[in-house]
């Protein structure tokens, strides 16, 4: 294995590759760099307000991020690299972005070399491998779709996911007799399911590649142990990674029926939507307004699954199956997110879609995309080259201006409203974002606005920074209302309790106040902000 990895360096410089890559990247997420720039979304539950970070020393983090999982999931791996990063520069985003943007690197290098490893499947000549695997890679890196998993902190979870499971492919292919690269390719394989659930396809695509590059053909059995021992380990990990997602109530909504054709209408519309974005990747954003399908609907939906299914068909009669691998290297990757098991979504009926779910696909598609270039550059190669150059340099251009949005979160946010007016989750994060900023009445304005629709969100948080968003505008009687609401969802939930007591008394309803904070000390005796409120209340009363 250490042989083989010398050879392929020693004609092509890696380092090189991954600088080209530095630089690329780079000039590509320039805006996510400019101030002002800040934690977006779910930046905030991974880093900002993770009590797993935080701690008076590093090991304390270390210990509480291994020992007990996140509120939705069990991604140790990812929230390692953020106590690291929290504990070397503090919450700087921008230190965190150029993480992202090193790891996004490295993974576009990982492409470049699976594409040569790969490469040596097909006999044909054109183009020099290593040039068209270089260009394959750029391409894809330049891909729009990829903007959110590098701008957004929180998806370094794909980031991660995408590199140790890369790396464990790369190194299934480079070498499997070392016993070293056995253990190897199992520690690659933990950590990729450590960073995120998704890994658990990757012993699938080792199957894959087992029974399709001719490698073992007619020796097949002789894999069966080494594969099911690595679907042990990284289903063991997934199992795990389940039941805490399951208990959270974020695993299959009670509003998602369990019909099969619903569901299997359900899996058209996600990979119809994979699809748009690839090909036409216009409009992209932090989350989509995408209803469950109706069967009427589904029709147009199903022209990508019908024409995959006549590709991969025809193939398997061609008994062209190094091109099927290539093929089955892009396609598997989705399935983790096709909504076979679908996850709830803030509002009932709706798809859950992101933009990250096609970081993996992007990469793995590098070889197929070489292969193409080999054989369109013999046929072609100006033609060829100058295709791929407008390629890279239109995607690019596209792909920084949709970094642009991710700044901050009232650029996101106000690009998401535009584009899906009737998704209440932008109206709620960009009022959130209003109200830390000090902007009250526009927090009220955009918070209103997303209840206005009525279509529902899990987090009833959002009736508390109402409160606080009216009673920093002085407008106590509303904040009063929006804490009772919280207080109805969250009884004895202490900040409400506090300021719903803040907002009677500087009404004046003294008694009202008093049997809050009555509530408040039964639920937190001895809480000292509790007794200087009632003081203030007795205190008031006496002088009214």
Not at 148 to 166: I, N, P, Q, T
């Amino acid at each position: 294995m250490i042989a083989n990895i010398r050879t392929i360096y020693l004609k092509m410089p890696i380092g090189a590759v991954f600088g080209i890559f530095i630089m690329l990247v780079l000039a590509i997420y320039t805006p996510i760099f400019l101030n002002p720039a800040e934690f977006i979304a779910d930046d905030y539950y991974f880093i900002v307000d993770n009590t797993h970070l935080g701690h008076s020393t590093l090991a304390d983090d270390l210990v509480e991020v291994w020992t007990r999982p996140m509120q939705i999931e069990y991604f140790p791996v990812t929230v390692t690299t953020f106590a690291l990063e929290r504990f070397i520069w503090g919450l700087n985003p921008k230190f965190y972005r150029i993480t992202n943007v090193c790891l996004f690197a490295a993974t576009g290098t990982l492409a470049f070399l699976l594409s040569l490893q790969l490469s040596r499947l097909f006999t044909y000549s054109g183009m020099d491998v290593k040039i068209s695997a270089l260009l394959a890679a750029a391409v894809l890196m330049a891909h729009p779709a990829n903007v959110e998993s590098v701008s957004l902190v929180a998806h370094r979870k794909e980031l991660l996911y995408v590199l140790f499971g890369m790396t464990s492919l790369l190194l299934y292919v480079l070498d499997q007799k070392s016993k070293f690269t056995v253990v190897l390719i199992g520690v690659f394989l933990g950590l990729a399911q450590l960073s995120k659930g998704s890994a658990i396809i990757m012993p699938i695509i080792f199957m894959a590649y087992d029974l399709l590059s001719g490698q073992y053909r007619g020796r097949f059995r002789t894999r069966i142990p080494v594969i099911l021992t690595y679907t042990v380990l990284a289903g063991a990990i997934f199992v795990l990674q389940y039941s805490v997602a399951a208990g959270s109530g974020l695993v299959i909504g009670e509003h998602i029926s369990s019909d099969i054709g619903q569901r299997a209408m359900l899996v058209a519309r996600t990979f119809f939507m994979m699809t748009k974005t690839v090909i036409y990747p216009m409009n992209l954003t932090y989350d989509y307004d995408i209803l469950l399908p109706r069967f009427f609907e589904i029709s147009l939906e199903l022209v990508p699954i019908v024409l995959v299914s006549v590709v991969l068909g025809s193939l398997i009669i061609l008994r062209k199956y190094s091109f099927l691998l290539l093929v089955l290297l892009v396609l598997l990757p989705m399935t983790p997110y096709a909504n076979i098991i679908p996850l709830r979504h803030g509002i009932k009926g709706e798809l859950v879609f992101y933009d990250h779910y096609l970081l993996f696909p992007l990469m793995a598609a590098a070889p197929l995309m070489t292969a193409s270039i080999v054989w369109a550059g013999g046929k072609s190669k100006r033609l060829t080259m100058a295709v791929l150059a407008t390629l890279i340099i239109v995607c690019g251009i596209y792909s920084n201006s949709v970094a642009a949005y991710w700044k901050t979160r009232e650029t996101l946010f106000k690009h998401s409203i535009n584009i899906s007016p009737n998704l209440p989750r932008p109206y709620f994060f960009l009022g959130q974002a209003m109200l830390e900023g000090g902007r009250y009445s526009e927090a009220v304005e955009y918070f209103t606005k997303g209840l206005a629709l009525k279509r529902g969100y899990p987090d009833v948080g959002v009736f508390q920074s109402l409160g606080d968003a009216y009673a920093f505008s002085g407008k106590y009687r509303e904040a009063e209302e929006a804490y009772r609401t919280h207080l109805k969802h969250r009884p004895n939930y202490r900040p409400s309790l506090q300021n719903l007591s803040s907002a009677l008394i500087m009404q004046g309803k003294y008694r009202e106040a008093e049997e809050v904070i009555q509530l408040w000390l039964a639920e937190y005796p001895g809480d000292t902000e509790a007794l200087e409120n009632l003081k203030l209340v007795r205190k008031g009363g006496e002088n009214k």
